[in-house]
């Protein structure tokens, strides 16, 4: 039992994506779901011939959690009980894969596999949705008001969960060959773990690793590609091993996050030496986030390979352990040794280390203990 995640910021991208993987995939099964306003579910089943069934439900709460759980589960768990070898699942717009793999994980009780988690998107309109400063809801992609999101933190989540991005230019929508070239090739920057396709029979089927896919979402995780050739895309990485001063952190994060398509890393700051700050920037949006105790309050050794879902491997000093900022930025001409310089003058200096970490000022207002 083969299972095909499909996620989408918009329906027409979608619908491009049903099409080509009907005709890639003639006998499977496509379920396509659609989240309408005041909670209705609109979910479509298509066979290799023909519509099979099409049924509203309104659920109590319209929300894209109890889409998934309440009529998502449920149909696909129906289609399993009737021995169907292949499910091409299509999320409705702006869902995340990862909470629709994670409640079939729960909620299934048919043996299956999750051959491919694949994410759709038009490439010459990436950078339009990653610099949307408004919400998902105000964009238009969802009918839930309560939903914060950005597109761009919607698109980085899905690229970073998925093995594979599907190119899908909708039909009615006039293609940009100049800004779909830019988007090919931010892509690979973005999702360099992803084999980025232009058909849906270049997916690579059964190569979804849902352990390895939860890891690249962890706040604070840092997985960096290598530069790719001719690209003005790069990715920029910075490490320093002292603390950070906070408000000249804050001072510096303007031009630290200036031109970055996505920001993220983890921080040590020094009014909080005990909390594993993770940062996370999205086009015009940049935020902070208190993820917990380190490592090293939890334990005197470096974990072995593989024994933590932070990150496959973890920088480990004699001395502080994991704690240490590590930030990588992806943007496009972004300078290294201006990055480098910004993020070394944010660090403690000799006196200011042995200072009490509450004599420091702390704009941030963190706890001092996780």
Request: overall charge negative; charged content about 20%.
């Amino acid at each position: 039992m083969l299972l095909t995640v499909v996620s989408s910021l918009d329906v027409l991208c979608r619908q491009r994506a049903c099409e080509m993987l009907a005709a890639a995939h003639p006998a499977a099964m496509l379920v396509v779901h659609d989240l309408l306003d005041d909670g209705v579910v609109v979910r479509r089943v298509f066979g290799p011939n023909a519509p099979v069934d099409r049924e509203e439900t309104r659920l109590e709460h319209g929300c894209l959690s109890c889409t998934v759980r309440l009529d998502v589960v449920p149909t696909v768990e129906r289609l399993l009980a009737r021995g169907e070898e292949h499910i091409v699942i299509a999320l409705p717009p702006a869902v995340p894969a990862a909470a629709a793999v994670s409640a079939l994980k729960q909620g299934l009780t048919s043996q299956f596999t999750v051959g491919s988690v694949m994410v759709v998107c038009a490439p010459d309109s990436l950078e339009d949705h990653i610099w949307d400063h408004h919400t998902l809801f105000e964009s238009g992609f969802t009918p839930t008001p309560e939903d914060q999101r950005t597109p761009g933190e919607f698109l980085i989540g899905e690229l970073a969960f998925s093995d594979t991005v599907l190119m899908a230019d909708p039909l009615l929508v006039p293609v940009n060959p100049d800004q779909r070239a830019r988007g090919v090739q931010l892509l690979n920057e973005l999702a360099p773990h992803a084999r980025i396709a232009d058909g849906a029979d270049a997916a690579r089927r059964g190569s979804h690793n849902y352990a390895e896919a939860m890891g690249r979402t962890i706040a604070g995780s840092v997985r960096t590609p290598a530069q790719a050739p001719a690209s003005p895309f790069v990715t920029v990485t910075q490490r320093v091993q002292r603390p950070l001063h906070a408000e000249r952190f804050r001072d510096a994060l303007a031009r630290l996050a200036e031109g970055c398509c996505w920001l993220r890393g983890r921080l040590w700051i020094a009014t909080a030496p005990d909390c594993r700050i993770a940062i996370q920037g999205i086009g015009p949006r940049v935020w902070l986030e208190n993820t917990g105790p380190w490592l090293a309050d939890q334990t005197a050794q470096p974990p072995a390979s593989g024994a933590t879902d932070r990150e496959p491997s973890l920088d480990w000093h004699s001395d502080h352990g994991d704690r240490g900022t590590v930030i990588a930025a992806t943007g496009e001409h972004l300078d290294p040794a201006e990055f480098a310089r910004l993020l070394e003058d944010c660090q403690l200096t000799d006196a200011e280390m042995d200072a009490r970490p509450a004599d420091l000022p702390d704009p941030f207002d963190f706890t001092l203990t996780s």
